[in-house]
């Protein structure tokens, strides 16, 4: 009889020391894998962004000088790239410095994070470069100022920092709008309104907003909370005016 109550408590403390693993292991997952999704979630667009502007870029590039040889390559290391920079643009706007003109005109943050961004890309492709030159051919180090003056191609390098330039320029705006309209709304704005009910949209929040002016300076807070009175009953309508104006006919 104590041998089966032996074996009964041991059966229940391997079955204890299972779901504890167990939770243990879900706990983990939870803790490492949340934050991993949304880093990855995060990257996804400037990813995709970048993947296609790159390999825009490239295959500009290889139609104007007709040099298809290196086609593949130059898109393997193009969609590499991307990758690279999409993670690094989620990287660098969690640094403090990079919020340095977030409360400024739109204007002021997209120039600025676009510049950051197009100084660190060129760095990195004369590093590249630099690598290439004195290790991959053998050269030496200090033969690369040299070689910068004398025989690099500083008219395709140029033409494609431009472009980079230009690839930054047009996430950055796009980034900071979609931070501002929220994610949401511009795709409201970008897919389901038309432009006239989007216009008939703005005018009437706008009347609508110097009614609820108008009403807040003419009665007193208590009015408002109480459900018995006039100016309880104007906000209430203003307020659904509102909602409705939010979601134009499409």
Do not use: C
Not at 174 to 192: K, N, T, W
Request: proline share 4%; glycine share 4%; aromatic share 12%.
């Amino acid at each position: 009889m104590n041998s089966n109550h032996q074996l009964e408590d041991n059966r229940r403390a391997r079955v204890s020391t299972s779901m504890r693993r167990e939770g243990d292991v879900s706990t983990l997952l939870r803790r490492f894998g949340a934050p991993l999704l949304r880093g990855l979630r995060g990257a996804l667009p400037p990813t995709i962004f970048f993947f296609v502007g790159f390999n825009f870029i490239v295959l500009t590039t290889n139609l104007l000088v007709a040099d298809y040889a290196v086609a593949v390559s130059n898109f393997m290391l193009a969609t590499l790239a991307a990758l690279v920079v999409g993670k690094a643009v989620i990287t660098a706007n969690a640094m403090p410095f990079m919020k340095l003109f977030d409360r400024a005109p739109l204007i002021q943050p997209i120039l600025f994070k676009t510049a950051v961004y197009w100084v660190a890309v060129f760095f990195t492709r004369l590093g590249e470069r630099f690598v290439n030159f004195s290790i991959v051919n053998g050269n030496h180090p200090g033969d690369f100022l040299e070689y910068l003056v004398s025989s690099f191609s500083w008219h395709r390098f140029i033409a494609i920092s431009l472009w980079i330039f230009a690839l930054f320029l047009i996430y950055e705006t796009a980034s900071e709008f979609s931070q501002l309209f929220g994610p949401a709304e511009m795709r409201r704005l970008l897919f389901a309104y038309r432009p006239s009910a989007l216009q008939l949209t703005k005018r009437q929040r706008a009347r609508e907003l110097m009614r609820l002016n108008r009403l807040a300076d003419a009665h007193h807070i208590d009015e408002f909370r109480d459900p018995r009175t006039a100016a309880h009953h104007e906000l209430v309508e203003i307020v659904k005016r509102l909602a409705r104006t939010t979601k134009p006919t499409h």
